[in-house]
């Protein structure tokens, strides 16, 4: 998932996609321990999906406050 597509998402969207991301990256986990993992870059995959998620709505966050400071005038 690129950046450009979580920016259109909603914020529940965003965090409902955050939550499934996480639920995945669990059963790969169990999965890889078990030996059943078939793609093991499915994992490094799925964490920077998620590394990318939490970025991407963390400077959401952080836009509104930048917006309300005035600069020097």
Excluded: C, W, Y
């Amino acid at each position: 998932m690129k950046a450009d597509e979580i920016r259109e998402l909603s914020m529940e969207e965003q965090q409902r996609k955050l939550n499934e991301l996480r639920e995945e990256l669990f059963n790969l986990r169990f999965q890889h321990e078990t030996g059943q993992l078939e793609n093991p870059q499915k994992l490094k995959m799925t964490k920077r999906d998620i590394a990318r998620l939490a970025t991407v709505m963390r400077a959401a966050q952080s836009e509104p406050e930048t917006d309300n400071h005035k600069t020097g005038e």
